[in-house]
């Protein structure tokens, strides 16, 4: 059944890509999705949503572009179709879509959540579509124009239903000029913790630094820190952990003391999470085989005041 599906689905497209391509959202990913995937489809990319006016301003965003009034009428013209709305919202779609979907069609639906698989369009699935998870693996700011840009040469986590639906994955990456990453069903949610923890938690982790340097009188905190922090993350891009530096690896236990004073008496809110990641930071070294003090590691572990 799915070489089958295959089979029809890659007829269906034309010698430069698709009949027609549709995108489920309004949103700034549905934006760019609609901008770099539309000189891949021989007809206007379909659009659908639930806000008309969202819409009309990603038809705009889009250039060549056209909205259809119903869901019906999207999932019955398109060979491509890319849903791009919120998590929440992604079951109930793939629900709806499947309904509507008329017998014997066989296109390629994709959703652009990270924190799901393809799992969760098995209703179409079951209706005879290959499905995917194709997850961009950078952030969407509303910028359509300058997020295609970035997609060529970003990195897209691929989970496909199965062989077929991952190699029709790949076309679309292709088509954005990405490159395909394939991440396991099972492991989509251990993915996407690792890319909150890196991204979401680095602007929490900045933002207490920056609190604590106005406490400080720096009255720029951003300006004061940009090269010390853009040099750590390329240091650690590029090295890893071996990239550390500073008191933790030196083992200077006077130094973390004037740190957690400091802290408690000027920015109790920022103690914990300091202690959290200075101890994360502790474990790292010993798992690399580094020597921590215990005196330093006591310290940092003693119970909040």
Request: net charge neutral.
């Amino acid at each position: 059944m799915a070489g089958a599906v295959w089979g029809r689905y890659k007829r269906a497209m034309t010698m430069n890509g698709y009949r027609q391509i549709g995108i489920v959202g309004a949103g700034r990913v549905a934006q760019a999705l609609a901008l770099g995937l539309g000189p891949h489809s021989a007809a206007p990319v379909m659009l659908w949503g639930r806000s008309q006016d969202r819409l009309e301003n990603v038809v705009k965003q889009a250039g060549r572009a056209t909205t259809a009034e119903r869901l019906e009428t999207l999932v019955g013209a398109c060979d491509l179709i890319g849903i791009a709305v919120s998590d929440d919202a992604l079951a109930s779609v793939a629900a709806a879509m499947a309904a509507a979907m008329p017998r014997g069609r066989a296109p390629f639906v994709f959703h652009v959540s990270g924190r799901s698989g393809a799992a969760l369009l098995d209703p179409l699935r079951a209706g005879g579509a290959l499905t995917a998870a194709i997850h961009p693996v950078m952030t969407f700011t509303g910028d359509p124009g300058t997020e295609v840009q970035r997609m060529s040469g970003a990195r897209f986590a691929i989970t496909g239903a199965d062989a077929e639906a991952t190699a029709a994955a790949r076309d679309v990456v292709c088509c954005l000029g990405g490159v395909g990453v394939d991440i396991a069903e099972a492991h989509r949610p251990l993915y996407h913790a690792a890319l909150c923890h890196a991204a979401n938690h680095l602007v929490t982790l900045l933002e207490g630094s920056f609190d604590a340097l106005r406490g400080a009188g720096v009255d720029d905190p951003a300006g004061l820190l940009a090269p010390l922090v853009r040099a750590a993350l390329e240091n650690s891009l590029e090295h890893g952990f071996s990239a550390l530096s500073g008191p933790l690896l030196r083992g200077d236990e006077e130094t973390i003391a004037g740190h957690l004073e400091a802290l408690a008496g000027h920015r109790p809110e920022i103690l914990p999470p300091y202690r959290a990641m200075a101890l994360a930071t502790l474990d790292a070294l010993e798992r690399s085989g580094a020597s921590v003090p215990p005196a330093l590691r006591a310290r940092l572990d003693q119970p909040r005041r």
